[in-house]
């Protein structure tokens, strides 16, 4: 059986989505911004530093203006003939100040802190600050530098150009114009000697340089201090060569553009961002989607292809085979299955009809398929081979839109299993052995027979039938033979009857025949005859010849019983009668048989309260040695001391000791009263008992024996047991033994009546009997039955031959005693020379040894 291999592991969309192209997407996302972070920052940045020098020139250019004007200005009043005559030597406060020729117009026109005019000693002859007169030195006003301004003045005036210059004034830089005052090409007297030099001075003030600056568009023109970044500085000399350092605050075009360009950017990023995420959140869940479909379509596949496989296997293996059929019942299709168990092709019944190849004792196909029922049905079919099968349908109808359109289902193979079902059926009903019906048969088949009967009578008759000597067969041939005995047996009954009477085996030797519609008494007597006659008939096995005969009972109903069980026990009955009147015959039964029947039941009640009450006794009769008739001991003989019927003899309750198992208790009990009885005889005097086959395949003998040889105190070997030729024809190798086993206790074994049973010789070679005791059967013929004398005659040579005394019972007369005395016999025993006598009676023999004695 091949399974479809797995797929292979699905790709996982959603998977690899969110494992690579999210983090892409983001990552993209992220460098582009931060490209553009960059790029921007770097463009504001280069802005920013463009702005930067622009400023720095700017600033420069802002502060150089004031020189040109200052230069120009200071140009206009010093190369002025009036000024020239008015104050290059002595000044002329009026003209200068008072009329406004030179004086505070500067200061409010111009706003030039200052107006001075040295003289070439260098005294300051005029000097007007932020319009006011103002008497001071020029060159404690002004800071160092101011030589070498003069001089640059003097030697621009050549060139009637004005020199400027940065100078310190009152702790601030201010920017000083100087010209000497020329007459400017007007018609005045030249003065001798060097002129004067006149001075504009313009105090850098913070508002000035703001003023400054913002002619040239710079912002907050301003002397530096430790705060001003180093690029928003710059430096200027003053006119003895110290730096100054100015500061502006730049234009920050970058700042601006990141300012304006970053929260843009950040809202285009959030919201790419979350684009981004949107559409890869739906991205997710359609891959997710596709996912979890692309699994459960891989998985339903799988499922399917094992569900297939899963058909596959089990059609194949089962050993059902499947079938399909239309709604008309036509065989559609049929598993591979369907060959290998019919035999038949499946297109040989393709197209045909379900019902022509099953057929079902108890439903029609048809009904049973339209009635939805659970339980299968039994159905019968011929197979290829011709021989009939059986098989258990299930089925299911099939159903397309609500519309059925067939059925299917399975046929299971139960051929075997209902012929094992028959089998076992014909067991439970028949006798293994000869193939007869068993006793529930008989039952079963009487009740039913019976049944109408007691409404209507009609005669039946019902045979007990007995075999008299069949144990022993099976006993001493083994039970081979007596199956095999059982067989012929059942043959000939069969012979003898018509078809429909029943015969059954209700026993291991007993028959049961049940013979419907034979009314006439003669035509049973005739039948029993013949079924007598030929079970009388020798039977053969193995070259042997084995003679049974039979007893029968007969019971006729309505007359002698209605009922099943009834019947039979009245048939019992009369065969009881059957075998007690001698066997090889048959009675009928009569309701005397009933009481005789009940007589045994009291017998057997009183038999058990006569153990219990001590009803028994035990008479001995004496034995004698043969030569002298020496007393040597006596023989152990059960008697019954019965409240009303006097002193019973054996024969009259042993045989049915025998059968109720009562024999064992009473057996030990002979036993131990005779051991005890036989200790306090004088002489060594030997006591015998008898022992029933029963006491020999039943019960602890063994044990019994040595246990009341040792309670009594009698030794082993004045003890002889007695046991007769049937008691070794059940499993005589056991009774051998245990036979053996008692000997070796060191008592001594008799064998009783001999010549009267099974006589075999291989039990006397192969078991060391002490004794044998001859039937007095054979003695009661002597002298005048020559057969008798020659067998008894015979019986004492064997047993001289094999080592054994010889016992002969039942010796009568003085006639018999001396043939018997003359034969070789070692002992005798009868009533010549006593009667069994109660244990008194024989210890007042041995008392008066040797005396003849009477039973009382
Ligand atoms: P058995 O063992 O052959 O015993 C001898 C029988 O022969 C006795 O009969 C005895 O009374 C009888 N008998 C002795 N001499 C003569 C004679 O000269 N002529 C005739 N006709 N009979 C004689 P009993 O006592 O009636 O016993 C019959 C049988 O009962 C015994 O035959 C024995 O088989 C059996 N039996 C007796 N006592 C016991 C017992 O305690 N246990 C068992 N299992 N069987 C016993
Ligand atoms: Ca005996
Ligand atoms: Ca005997």
């Excluded at 104050?87 to 406004?100: G, M, S």
């Excluded at 692309?294 to 085979?321: G, I, K, N």
């Excluded at 192969?766 to 001859?774: A, G, L, Q, R, Y």
């Amino acid at each position: 059986m091949q399974h479809p291999a797995p797929a292979p592991s699905a790709p996982r969309l959603g998977s690899t989505l969110s494992r690579r192209v999210l983090p892409g997407i983001v990552a993209l996302l992220l460098v582009i911004l931060l490209a553009a972070v960059f790029a921007i920052a770097h463009l504001a940045d280069e802005l920013d530093e463009r702005a930067l020098t622009r400023g720095r020139f700017l600033s420069g250019k802002a502060l150089e203006a004031p020189h040109d004007w200052m230069g120009r200005s200071i140009a206009d009043y010093a190369f002025w003939g009036d000024a020239y005559v008015n104050l290059n030597r002595q000044p002329n406060i009026d003209w200068a100040y008072e009329q406004q020729n030179a004086g505070p117009s500067l200061y409010e026109d111009f706003c030039y802190e200052g107006l001075l005019v040295i003289n070439p000693e260098g005294e300051t002859t005029y000097a007007v600050v932020r319009g006011e007169l103002a008497d001071l030195d020029a060159y404690r006003w002004i800071g160092p530098g101011l030589d070498s301004l003069i001089e640059d003045a003097r030697e621009a005036a050549e060139d009637e150009e004005t020199a400027t210059g940065m100078l310190m004034v009152e702790g601030r830089p201010a920017i000083v114009a100087a010209a000497p005052l020329t007459t400017g090409g007007a018609d005045v007297e030249e003065m001798s000697g060097l002129p004067s030099v006149m001075l504009f001075v313009d105090i850098l003030t913070p508002e000035r340089l703001i003023e400054f600056g913002s002619e040239y568009g710079v912002s907050q023109l301003r002397l530096a201090d430790d705060t001003d970044p180093v690029g928003a500085t710059f430096e200027l000399q003053l006119q003895d060569g110290t730096p100054v350092t100015f500061a502006f605050t730049p234009e920050r075009p970058g700042r601006h553009l990141l300012l304006l360009t970053l929260p843009i950017l950040a809202l285009v990023a959030f919201g790419l961002g979350l684009l981004a995420w949107l559409l890869l959140r739906q991205a997710l869940r359609t891959a997710r989607i596709m996912d979890a479909s692309y699994e459960y379509l891989a998985t339903s596949q799988q499922a399917l292809e094992a569900s297939e496989a899963r058909f596959r296997d089990v059609a194949e293996a089962a050993s059902d085979w499947i079938w399909e059929t239309d709604s008309q019942l036509r065989l559609t299709y049929l598993s591979s299955r369907f060959e290998q168990i019919t035999g038949h092709p499946p297109s040989a019944w393709l197209d045909r009809p379900l019902a022509d190849l099953l057929t079902s004792d108890n439903e029609a196909l048809q009904g049973w398929l339209s009635a939805p029922d659970d339980v299968p049905l039994r159905c019968r079919y011929r197979a290829e081979d011709g021989r009939e099968r059986h098989c258990r349908l299930a089925a299911r109808p099939i159903h397309r839109d609500d519309t059925l359109v067939g059925y299917r289902g399975t046929a299971t193979d139960v051929t075997e299993e209902t012929e094992a079902q028959a089998r076992i059926q014909h067991l439970s009903l028949h006798d293994a052995l000869t193939g007869l019906a068993n006793r529930n048969r008989m039952q079963e088949y009487l009740s039913a027979v019976l049944e109408p009967l007691a409404h209507a009578p009609s005669p039946l008759t019902l045979l007990y039938i007995d075999l008299d000597r069949f144990k022993p067969v099976n006993d001493t041939l083994g039970h081979a033979a007596g199956d095999e005995v059982l067989l012929q047996v059942a043959e000939r009954l069969r012979i003898c009857t018509r078809e429909h009477d029943l015969i059954a085996r209700v026993g291991g030797d007993e028959f049961v025949m049940v013979l419907v519609g034979l009314s006439q008494r003669e035509g049973v007597e005739r039948l029993c005859a013949r079924i007598v006659e030929a079970l009388d008939d020798p039977f053969y096995y193995d070259q042997q010849r084995v003679f049974i005969g039979a007893s029968i009972g007969v019971a006729v109903a309505p007359a002698n019983a209605t009922n099943a069980n009834e019947l039979l026990r009245c048939a019992d009955i009369a065969l009881y009668q059957a075998k007690a009147d001698g066997r090889g015959t048959w009675r009928f039964y009569a309701s005397e048989m009933d009481e005789r029947l009940h007589e045994r039941r009291r017998l057997e009640d009183e038999l058990r309260t006569a153990i219990q009450e001590g009803q028994f006794v035990v008479h001995y009769q004496p034995r004698y040695l043969s030569s002298g008739l020496a007393l040597r001991g006596a023989e152990a003989l059960l008697r019954w001391q019965h409240p009303t019927r006097g002193l019973l003899l054996p024969e009259t309750f042993i045989p049915l000791a025998e059968e109720t198992g009562l024999i064992v208790p009473l057996g030990h009990w002979v036993l131990r009263e005779a051991c005890r009885e036989a200790r306090h005889w004088p002489n060594h005097a030997v006591v015998s008992v008898n022992l029933s086959p029963i006491q020999l395949r039943r019960g602890k003998l063994l044990d019994e024996v040595r246990a009341t040889l040792i309670e009594s105190g009698l030794p082993a070997n004045r003890l002889e047991l007695e046991v007769t030729e049937s008691a070794l024809l059940h499993d005589g190798h056991a009774t051998l033994e245990l036979l053996r086993d008692l000997k070796s206790l060191g008592l001594r074994v008799a064998m009783d009546d001999f010549g009267t049973g099974y006589s075999s010789l291989s039990h006397l070679r192969s078991f060391p009997f002490d004794v044998i005791k001859i039937d007095r059967s054979f003695v009661a013929g002597i002298p005048r039955s020559e057969e008798d004398n020659s067998i008894v005659h015979a019986l004492i040579g064997l047993g001289r031959g094999l080592h054994m005394e010889v016992t002969a019972e039942g010796v009568e007369t003085a006639e018999q005693l001396d043939v018997l005395t003359q034969a070789g016999c070692t002992e005798v025993q009868g009533f010549h020379m006593s009667h069994p006598l109660d244990p008194q009676a024989l210890n007042a023999l041995f008392l008066g040894a040797g005396a003849f004695a009477d039973e009382r």
